[in-house]
């Protein structure tokens, strides 16, 4: 059974970069699609970006596109999210999420498996 370790958050000033890292432990992403949400307090999850390890398709949130990259790294069997140009807004814990599947959703309730969330904050 794989479990999600995601590392990376931290606070930054408007305008920085962050890179966010989800590895899998016990397991492997092979047969898996991998995602980013995000939750603000007060509000909902929020889909991010997702990525289909075994093709590599990638989908983003329109929010997200140009700014955020989501990208595997097969020898370390983690996934990154790259994250430039944050805004105050970006604010939130962040969370990946995988499940057995070959297409990438944006509902939350269609992953099975779930990290414990790394805090981005961004400062204006």
């Known amino acids: 059974q794989v479990q999600l370790v995601e590392s990376g958050g931290g606070l930054v000033q408007a305008g920085g970069s962050l890179r966010l890292s989800c590895a899998a432990s016990g397991g492997t992403f092979r047969g898996y699609t991998v995602g980013w949400f995000r939750q603000a307090p007060g509000k909902e999850r929020e889909f991010v970006a997702g990525?289909?390890?075994?093709?590599?398709?990638?989908n983003y949130a329109d929010s997200m596109k140009g700014r955020f990259t989501i990208s595997g790294d097969v020898a370390k069997n983690t996934v990154y999210l790259q994250m430039n140009s944050l805004e105050p807004e970006d604010t939130a814990v962040y969370h990946c999420?995988?499940?057995?599947?070959?297409?990438?959703?944006?509902?939350?309730?269609?992953?099975?498996?779930w990290g414990q969330g790394t805090q981005v904050t961004v400062s204006s």
């Open positions: 990525i289909a390890w075994t093709s590599g398709k990638t």
């Open positions: 999420a995988a499940r057995i599947h070959w297409v990438v959703s944006a509902t939350p309730n269609a992953y099975t498996h």
